[in-house]
């Protein structure tokens, strides 16, 4: 069947700001369905409340919307616009629960609007446990045992009839909110309240305990007539007991015998055909007893999912892409050319490599946080290796982390202590992986590990390899190893920074050696199917192989360096940034070059720039890719702090950084350089100091006085940020930073009590500076600017105070020789302008001000890098009517115990943009005394 004629526009619903359990990946499928949608002819209309997002943003769709996601704005949309469907398979959980109330409330059939790509009873029956679970008896698939109760007197009569242990599941919840597993009958009692009430119907699954089977996950397309592929299959190393967003996956599944799998296949074929006869994605997730291979189904999502992003970018084949052709009713036969350029959608993705996804988590930022992993989601991001084999794609994944790790292991920060390495294996946490390795190298026996960790043997077998391997190379130096040795070693992902460590020599005397001895990265293409076929996916990895398959053209090229895995402090907005320096750069005439490692984003989808490289942001995988390329420069300014500290990498090794170069970078991070610079300027900061150790702290605090804001050098997000009122608070929170970061000096400023915080971007071409935006934050300095409610245009400086800060930003800009973006953060206190802090580069505020102003600053930025223009060349013409406020989004619901105070360390994980006509708005009305009110307590 062709496509449907009658749908000629569409709504996509988004999914919202950021938060744990819900983050990027919805943002990805929303931006590729609806160009997918626009290749058809069809107007897209999008709504989402998100401005940090691409898919937010005028290139994505024909009418954006960046409203409240709420069945309000649904309707003032339904009123201005001709709508024939709606999509709401692509903004996760929050889009379904969205369109099920507009169901609910009729708001679909009046205005005619039908619901495309799942529909309402495949949603309950897969959200409502029970009707789940009944759903899954009927069709014969086997399911844990267990009841729904919407009471608590019910939930403890199941309890009593199952027995322990237990999981408590909530109903209509993202992320496994309020999920747990119960193991003794005194914590049932607490844990079923919580499930109660962290479900929106006041309903919660209690069913049997099946921690520690295996856990699967397979991907599913089906068209308008039946016809289902299976597009990808994924196994978890963290058994049961992980939320799958927080354990360790690997596609395709490792350890899964064919004869298990054709019958997992065929439940999950069984599964999505049961729930409805939708066109579109499905994800089923399934456990199976290791002993056994019974196969237990533990739930259907009837969307696009968090594992579609990863399938996705793991497979090259473009899910919420072809999903959404099918939900206008093309069949899977009738996409032609639609994957490697040469093939039908209609047929199942075949990979000759490994996929490795490693989760990363921030708890940092939540002091006293349970860092025990669960049933509830609470990793930020994740990071995604490809390799030849399953060592290599694990320790590319690793290096992919920015956690102060080269990889798994090889580094010296193993845990030694046998107590803890045991206790860690049975309860995991964040570090689980690592302590794996450590156990082995401690010599904690095979049988031991297997059974506190219930991973399975043959990926226990994989690490303890490589503790085997290591052992062998230990016992050469650099001159003396083998040269079969060395190519192990790289086949198996060691990064020459791990082989320096082990070799006790330095990475560049490494990489000099085996270059020498010829053993160098090649390039392998990720086309879908094995090589089957010809593909023409420009979307590469690298390995240690003869025949490479990245061909390099002699058009001019730039590299752009991306963020990397998401956190809080460094989100989804340095890759929107990304990806308009890409299209920026496009469209000078350059051949474009993406290196990125996070599987959510749009930066590496692979028809975003002309050469995707699936890479760690990781100096060596970087260097080696420039190499090959040989580009006429890198962009560092669009990568958040990712990118940015590659810079002085870069300038030692004479490769041209595009815009401000690393000279001015690193002059805005020396805090003692950039005063000199201030002080030149006659531009006021707050008085400060910088100390390496306690007693020098307290000796400055002295001169400085308290109060004081204590910060280490070159972080991101507020990262060890505190503000100090006595010596003894000083010399505790030096001692902390420099115990988490050996080695970093530490800022101290005198901290302007009750001080108004603003803040400044501008594009500057080193002559020229134009001021995209100035906003001020609801709250006084102290709280973190990312943590802060913020206004845009200031709602109350007065034109003495707004002069200043257009003065010192032009005065600064232009001092650091800027060359792009730079973001300046103010405090003032009694009409006195103070400077904070200067980043010559993207900022968390620049999509928001793009948004907000309707104007595309990045796109203006990366020209004016380039060289190709001036600031004075574009035509700014800024739509400024009323106000736009940030409003941060918090994921506390993910940490109840830990202190919800806000302070100068960043927490948001998210943002929403909300606009008012005046200050009169009851929203901003509400927030402004709210916060005030907060803040006096």
């Known amino acids: 069947m062709p496509r449907d004629r009658s ?11 950021i938060v744990i359990g819900q983050a990027c990946e919805f943002d990805y499928a929303g931006s590729q369905a609806a160009r997918s949608l626009r290749e058809e002819g069809i107007e897209v209309t999008l709504i989402n409340s998100n401005p940090a997002t691409i898919m937010t943003d005028p290139v994505t769709a024909d009418n954006v919307y960046l409203r409240p996601l709420t069945k309000q704005s649904i309707r003032e949309i339904l009123e201005r616009h001709h709508i024939d469907a709606v999509l709401p398979t692509m903004g996760g959980q929050t889009a379904l629960n969205l369109a099920i109330d507009c169901d609910k409330a009729g708001i679909w059939n009046h205005y005619g609007v039908k619901m495309i790509g799942v529909d309402i009873n495949a949603i309950e029956t897969t959200e409502d446990r029970e009707k789940f679970r009944l759903k899954m008896h009927e069709i014969g698939v086997g399911v844990c045992k267990g009841e729904t109760a919407t009471s608590f007197l019910q939930g403890k009569e199941i309890a009593q009839e199952i027995g322990f242990p237990l999981v408590i599941r909530p109903s209509f919840t993202l992320g496994g909110s309020g999920g747990g ?16 009430h962290t479900s929106p119907i006041h309903e919660v699954l209690v069913e049997q305990s099946i921690l520690g089977w295996k856990e699967y996950e397979l991907e599913l397309l089906r068209d308008n007539i039946g016809n289902i592929i299976i597009i990808c299959s994924i196994e978890n190393f963290d058994p049961m007991g992980v939320h799958t967003g927080d354990s360790i996956t690997v596609a395709p599944a490792m350890t899964l015998p064919d004869t298990v799998y054709q019958e997992m296949r065929n439940l999950a074929i069984r599964m999505m055909n049961a729930i409805g006869q939708f066109a579109g994605g499905c994800n089923v997730q399934f456990a199976v007893n290791p002993e056994t291979d019974e196969i237990i189904g533990i739930e259907i999502n009837p969307r696009v999912s968090r594992s579609s992003a990863l399938a996705s970018k793991a497979t090259g084949y473009p899910i919420a892409k072809i999903a959404a052709k099918l939900a206008i009713g093309y069949n899977l036969d009738e996409l032609k050319n639609a994957i490697t350029g040469t093939t039908s959608a209609f047929f199942e993705p075949a990979i000759d490599y490994v996929i490795v996804k490693v989760p990363r988590w921030n708890f940092d930022k939540f002091e006293g946080s349970d860092r025990r992993l669960g049933l509830s989601m609470k990793s930020v991001g994740e990071a995604m290796g490809i390799g030849r084999n399953f060592q290599e794609a694990l320790q590319k994944a690793c290096q992919s982390l920015e956690i102060k790790r080269n990889g798994l292991g090889a580094d010296g920060k193993e845990l030694t202590k046998q107590e803890d390495l045991l206790k860690s294996l049975q309860n995991p946490s964040w570090d689980r992986l690592f302590h794996v390795y450590d156990a082995f190298k401690l010599g904690i026996p095979f049988k031991t590990i297997h059974k506190l960790s219930r991973i399975d043997k043959w990926f226990l077998n994989q690490i303890e390899e490589l503790i085997l391997l290591e052992k062998e190379i230990e016992k050469y130096t650099i001159d003396t190893l083998p040269v079969e040795l060395l190519k192990t070693a790289k086949e198996k992902g060691y990064a020459d920074r791990q082989l320096g460590h082990l070799l006790k020599c330095w990475e560049s005397v490494v990489h000099k050696k085996r270059n020498e001895l010829g053993i160098r990265r090649v390039y392998k293409q990720v086309d879908t199917c094995a090589a089957e076929f010809e593909a023409q996916t420009p979307y590469y990895y690298s390995t240690f192989a003869r025949e490479n398959e990245s061909i390099v053209s002699d058009k001019k090229k730039i590299v752009v360096l991306g963020s990397g895995p998401n956190r809080i402090g460094q989100g989804i907005e340095f890759d929107y940034s990304c990806v308009h320096g890409v299209l920026a750069a496009k469209e000078s005439g350059y051949e474009t070059i993406m290196i990125n490692c996070n599987p959510e984003t749009v930066s590496t989808d692979f028809d975003i720039a002309d050469k995707l490289y699936f890479e760690p942001v990781f100096w060596e995988h970087i260097y080696d890719i420039i190499e090959h390329e040989k580009p006429e420069g890198v962009i560092v300014q669009l990568g958040g702090q990712t990118a940015l500290k590659l810079a002085e ?76 009122i006595n010596e003894q608070e000083l010399e505790s929170h030096i001692i902390d930073i420099l115990k988490k970061i050996p080695g970093n000096k530490v800022l101290l400023d005198h901290f302007l009590e009750g001080a108004i915080e603003a803040e400044a971007d501008a594009i500057c071409d080193g002559e020229n500076v134009y001021i995209i935006g100035i906003m001020q934050h609801i709250e006084p300095a102290g709280i973190h600017s990312g943590d802060s409610y913020a206004v845009l245009p200031p709602y109350n400086l007065g034109d003495l105070v707004i002069k200043q800060i257009e003065t010192y930003t032009e005065k600064i800009a232009l001092a650091l020789k800027t060359v792009g973006l730079i973001n300046i953060q103010f405090a003032i206190k009694d009409d006195k302008v103070y400077i904070i802090e200067a980043n010559p580069r993207a900022s968390r505020t620049v999509p928001f001000i793009c948004k907000a102003y309707e104007e595309p600053y990045v796109n203006y930025a990366v020209k004016v890098m380039l060289g190709e223009k001036k600031v004075t060349d574009f035509d700014f013409n800024p739509k400024k009517s009323g106000y736009a406020i940030k409003e941060p989004v918090f994921s506390f619901n993910k940490f109840p115990n830990v202190n919800k105070e806000l302070g100068p360390e960043m927490k948001s994980t998210g943002e929403a943009i909300y606009f008012i006509k005046d200050l009169m708005d009851d929203y901003f009305m509400k927030i402004y005394s709210e916060r005030n009110l907060y803040l006096s307590k």
């Open 7 to 17: 749908i000629r526009s569409i709504l996509i619903i988004g999914s919202g700001p």
């Open 181 to 196: 597993f119960v193991n003794h009958p005194d914590e049932f009692e607490k844990a079923l309240t919580h499930g109660l």
């Open 649 to 724: 990498k870069l300038e030692k090794n004479g490769i041209k950084i595009i815009g401000t170069s690393f000279e001015a970078l690193d002059l805005a991070e020396d805090r003692g350089s950039f005063s000199s610079l201030l002080k030149e300027n006659d531009i006021p900061y707050p008085e400060f100091g910088v100390a390496e150790d306690a007693e020098t702290a307290v000796e400055l605090s002295k001169d400085i006085g308290f109060p004081l804001l204590v910060r280490p050098s070159y972080v991101l997000g507020g990262q060890s940020m505190k503000i100090v």
